[in-house]
């Protein structure tokens, strides 16, 4: 009965309601407007194109003269344009296509209005985190850089300040090193991004999977909550039938007794008809299950209606176990306690049982005040001990007060639990004063 029963025994299987089992999975994260992302790349891939061309070939003509090869420099030229036009509008197109990449690469190696679209492709081709795409990727960078450079330099200009071939090989490297760690960067936080998702939607899953064997748990200990209420009044309603029986028979049979000796027999038949009328209807406020196992013990005997003496019982024979308890009644005598309905005295001894069991899984040692007090048309059954400090919280399914609540609701009562300023948890029931 300590605070680390409190939260088991307030959830409520009427809560947050979780995802049903066919439920879809959230999408994976990604852009939030893809096709608004690829026409950008698109875009600035084209209007970057265009710039390149233009800086690398005024920078070939500054060196003055005519090209070497005319019909192969214009050849170039034209090639040039054309596969960069085409490639800036691919640049931004199936970003998660597996090839692409690879032709935005060597479209880039080729044109010089397709180096933006070529630093797309190395970049998504990183991105593929594949050693072997990147060696072939690099490859091509490298290879095709450097005859691509001495291709324009046999047909175009003539220049005097040709880079030697071992520093443009470097060169190449480097810069295709560069992208591909940028791609690698970018595929490995995606990956990350992508595992943190899954991972999320796992969790949720076990949660909502949790969720449903909680209240499972909860709907089934209340229906054995009613069903222990059944079984506590099977033996009561079987007396108060045996007597009408009995005395109903006496009547049919015997036609020669006084006329105030078969008065007196019929008022005990009304009178046990009465109190059987009573008790069958709080029988039927429950749903008595049908399995005949349910109906016995732990040892397999049926177990015996608890009455008013068996709640001091009990107290003693927590006290022997060495739980402190103390019983106070106020206005609730053993013999009160008799000379109401059945209901009452059972369900006291139920709920008692319950609390001291709650007390000393989560407070082990710890004194129990028991207060029993007849107010009003309520019976109050108060259960307080002092929170055990620094103790680990203790394993149970917390449906223990779950099984106190559904039996004093059924009975037409109620509990509620709390941690009071003085660090004491408390836990009252409140069932009807019947008759």
């Given amino acids: 009965m300590t605070s680390t029963a409190a939260p088991a025994a307030g959830a409520s299987p009427a809560g947050a309601a979780p995802p049903p089992a066919g439920a879809p999975r959230p999408p994976a994260p990604g852009p939030r407007y893809p096709r608004l992302r690829s026409a950008a790349v698109s875009l600035v891939c084209s209007l970057l194109g265009p710039l390149v061309f233009l ?22 030229l034209v090639v040039d344009v054309a596969v960069g036009v085409a490639a800036g509008v691919l640049a931004g197109l199936l970003p998660r296509s597996r090839t692409l990449p690879l032709v935005l690469v060597v479209a880039g190696v080729v044109s010089t209005w397709a180096a933006p679209a070529g630093v797309v492709g190395v970049v998504r081709a990183g991105a593929r985190r ?29 220049t005097q300040d040709r880079l030697p071939l071992w ?33 999320a939607g796992a969790a949720e899953r076990e949660r909502a999977a949790l969720a449903r064997s909680r209240a499972a748990d909860v709907a089934r200990t209340r229906a054995e909550e009613r069903s222990a209420i059944a079984r506590d009044m099977h033996d009561t309603l079987s007396h108060q039938l045996s007597l009408i029986a009995v005395h109903a028979g006496a009547l049919a049979a015997r036609d020669d007794l006084p006329p105030e000796r078969a008065r007196e027999a019929a008022r005990t038949v009304r009178d046990a008809a009465a109190d059987a009328n009573a008790v069958l209807r ?25 009455t008013a003496a068996s709640l001091d019982a009990l107290v003693e024979r927590a006290r022997a176990q060495g739980q402190p308890v103390d019983l106070v009644r106020v206005g609730a005598s053993a013999r009160d306690l008799d000379e109401r309905s059945p209901t009452t005295a059972a369900s006291v001894v139920q709920i008692t049982t319950e609390l001291l069991v709650n007390a000393g899984k989560h407070a082990p040692g710890a004194p129990v005040e028991v207060r029993l007090a007849h107010e009003g048309d309520e019976l109050l059954l108060r259960a307080s001990n002092p929170l055990a400090a620094g103790a680990p919280p203790a394993l149970g399914t917390g449906l223990g007060l ?9 009975l037409g009562g109620g509990m509620r639990h709390a941690t009071t300023p003085d660090g004491r948890f408390v836990v009252e029931v409140t069932v009807p004063w019947q008759v």
């Fill in 55 to 76: 800086v690398v070939l005024g920078s070939s003509l500054e060196q003055g003269g005519a090209p070497q090869r005319l019909p192969l420099w214009a050849l170039l």
């Fill in 130 to 158: 594949s050693p072997a795409l990147d060696g072939l990727v690099l490859a091509v960078v490298v290879g095709g850089g450097v005859g691509y450079e001495r291709l324009l330099g046999l047909a175009g200009p003539p």
């Fill in 167 to 199: 520093v443009e090989v470097v060169a190449f490297t480097a810069l295709a090193a560069l992208l591909l760690l940028w791609g690698r960067a970018r595929g490995t936080r995606a990956a990350l991004v992508a595992s943190l998702h899954a991972q």
């Fill in 282 to 306: 709080e029988v039927l406020t429950a749903l008595r299950s049908t399995d005949p196992a349910q109906r016995l013990g732990h040892h397999g005997g049926a177990l015996p209606l608890p």
């Fill in 402 to 410: 779950v099984g106190v609540a559904e039996r004093a609701r059924l």
